[in-house]
């Protein structure tokens, strides 16, 4: 990584660091950091503080082995606030929590940007042996057609109380729906943003 340009004077040595799941985007916990304690983040990948009562670096999870490890190190406008994107190895809070202010975090949506990354990726570098690739090869009409299908089973599921059955349709008709924005050449942001636009009326 290359090294962040942090005002440390500003802030007499020490800079708030924001810690925040990398994947659903919850914030985990706020710490403080001093040079040598980001230096120490970077070299061994885990969020190292700088403890403002004991007087001395401690690395989260040091004690409880719940260690949070960097994706990312971001720095603000003004060079004296980071945000650090880690992925938790356990709950966060000394309380057992999954986070210092008491939120859950088990939200699995953030799959859906991941899944959205593949899916481009199948398209952009197609292979013989990957379906999604497949789909975008048998064109448009075909990708449609598979949507309307999936759309189908899922009504039928719905009539019915197996819940494994009606999930694994909605999982189904999700993907190809992914897929068919893909093959359309649309962001699902661009969606959100009509479905926000509704929301605002």
């Given at each position: 990584m290359d090294r962040l340009v942090v005002d440390?004077?500003?802030?007499n040595g020490l800079v708030p660091a924001i810690v925040q799941d990398a994947h659903s985007r919850e914030v985990l916990m706020m710490g403080y950091m001093n040079q040598e304690a980001l230096d120490l983040s970077r070299k061994t990948g885990k969020v190292t503080f700088f403890s403002r009562t004991k007087?001395?670096?401690?690395?989260k999870g040091e004690t409880s082995g719940n260690f949070l490890l960097?994706?990312?190190?971001?720095?603000?406008?003004?060079?004296?606030?980071?945000?650090?994107?880690a992925t938790p190895q356990g709950p966060v809070c000394h309380t057992g929590e999954d986070t210092c202010f008491a939120h859950q975090n088990h939200s699995?949506?953030?799959?859906?940007?991941?899944?959205?990354?593949?899916?481009?990726?199948?398209?952009?570098?197609?292979?013989?042996?990957?379906?999604?690739?497949?789909?975008?090869?048998?064109?448009?009409?075909k990708v449609a057609q598979k949507v309307g299908e999936e759309a189908v089973e899922i009504v039928i599921e719905a009539k019915d109380d197996n819940k494994e059955l009606f999930l694994g349709e909605a999982a189904d008709l999700l993907f190809h729906y992914l897929?068919?924005?893909?093959?359309?050449?649309?962001?699902?942001?661009?969606?959100?943003?009509?479905?926000?636009?509704?929301?605002q009326k």
């Open positions: 440390f004077d500003k802030v007087q001395r670096l401690w690395t960097i994706r990312k190190i971001e720095l603000d406008c003004d060079q004296d606030t980071l945000l650090i994107q699995k949506t953030y799959f859906i940007d991941a899944l959205r990354k593949v899916i481009k990726d199948r398209k952009n570098n197609p292979s013989d042996k990957s379906y999604t690739a497949s789909l975008f090869a048998s064109g448009i009409n897929v068919l924005l893909e093959a359309k050449g649309y962001e699902l942001d661009e969606v959100m943003e009509v479905l926000i636009n509704r929301h």
